[in-house]
């Protein structure tokens, strides 16, 4: 069974080729262009750019995808596609395209959710490594720029959604925080770097609803928490508005922050960090725990934080020593093709290119 994989949902073209031997799921190529740097300049995503990019990638991509595998493109199988949820315009390339694709070669299409997409990294088998051995029940973290999310896993298709986030993502707030800081999306690994040079107890911030008996999430009010605690450290910026492209730049930007000053932001970026992975790993070890599984899926962009694995690997061999913990390699955290192309194996739901539709608002 060989999969061609499309992902476009938001500013990643992506295409990959993958090939199920012995049940277990080889990737033979995994092409991923992005307009990041283009998005970057502009402090954020400008939808239509982002789909006009989309348009240009797509082709090249699926062509290189293809290529690299060493694949014709009659000895695909099916073809899996993103189809929400995400921006339209973007969405709307990639499901054009494998409808297209499938009403030429006259193959299946199989619709995939992105979110479960992220899911499904899990599931590749990565390069020179061995088939991950997942058993169900499972809990699944997504936690991306968009989503956080926590499921309960009983088989293949059978998910029930546990909790989300309330209003931001856990993704935002780390690239809201970093952009008040002077630094362009996406400010995940931004903040990640600085953080290792800082004091993770140095600076506290809150822990939203940690406690709260619900799998819920909240980031939103940690964003206005280090605004203000910034400001706190910074005099200068008590009574200056954050650019709305720029963020505070002459805080990072400037040569002339102390030594002192260069201490307080690696700190406040470690406590950030460090409160945000503690909400993260509490809730799904509070939820793997109460449904006593035998698997932890984390995955999603913010998947590739390494304080996150890290104090993931530490909390489940102490409260859940008997199951097992999943990271996707860090290469398929963030948007890729071959975890759309993993979750329509995996959920082979075929339709025909008539029956698929773009939706931006998808969910659970
Ligand atoms: O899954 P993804 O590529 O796209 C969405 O579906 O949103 O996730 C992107 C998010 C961004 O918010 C980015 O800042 C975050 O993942 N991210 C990280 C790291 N790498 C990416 N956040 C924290 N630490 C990282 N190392
Ligand atoms: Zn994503």
Redesign the pocket.
């Known amino acids: 069974m060989i999969i061609l994989g499309i992902e476009t ?2 500013d ?1 073209t992506s295409a990959a080729v993958l090939k199920e031997e012995k049940g277990a799921l080889f990737l033979l190529s995994n092409v991923i262009s992005s307009s990041l740097d283009m998005h970057s300049k502009t402090g954020g995503i400008i939808p239509e750019q982002a789909a006009r990019e989309q348009v240009k990638f797509m082709l090249p991509v699926i062509t290189q995808a293809l290529e690299k595998a060493n694949i014709q493109i009659k000895e695909i199988d099916s073809i899996a596609v993103t189809y929400g949820p995400g921006l339209i315009g973007s969405l709307l390339v990639g499901v054009e395209t494998a409808k297209t694709l499938a009403y030429v070669l006259q193959k299946p299409i199989i619709p995939v959710n ?1 979110m479960i997409g ?1 899911i499904y990294a899990n599931f590749i088998t990565p390069p020179e490594g061995e088939a991950p051995k997942i058993e169900f029940p499972a809990v699944a973290l997504v936690v ?4 956080t999310d926590l499921l309960l896993l009983e088989g293949h298709g059978k998910y029930t959604l546990l909790g989300g986030t309330r209003d931001d ?4 707030c ?2 809201k925080c ?1 952009r008040l800081l002077g630094y362009p ?5 931004k ?2 770097k600085l953080a290792e040079s800082g004091n993770a107890n140095a600076i506290s911030f809150p822990r939203p609803m940690i406690g709260s008996d619900d799998y819920a999430f909240s980031f939103s009010g940690l964003k206005t928490a280090f605004l203000n605690t910034t400001r706190n450290h910074f005099p200068i910026l008590r009574n200056n508005v954050p650019n709305s492209n720029a963020g505070w730049q002459q805080v990072v930007l400037e040569n002339d922050l102390t030594e002192k000053e260069k201490q307080t932001i690696y700190d406040l970026c470690a406590g950030l ?1 460090k409160a945000i992975v503690s909400v993260l790993v509490r809730k799904t070890i509070k939820a793997a725990q109460q449904y006593n599984v035998k698997s932890i899926l984390i995955s ?3 998947s ?3 304080s ?1 694995r890290k104090t993931f690997e530490k909390e489940t061999k102490e409260k859940m020593p008997d199951a097992k913990l999943f990271f996707p390699p860090r290469f398929l ?3 890729n093709a071959a975890m759309i192309a993993s979750a329509a194996f995996y959920h082979p739901k075929k339709v025909s290119w008539k029956e698929i539709t773009a939706d931006p608002e998808l969910y659970f």
């Open positions: 949902s938001c990643e992105h992220h991306s720029g968009g989503h993502a856990a993704g935002e780390f690239d970093a999306y996406p400010g995940g690994p903040i990640s960090q999603g962009g913010v590739a934080n390494a996150l955290s963030t948007d």
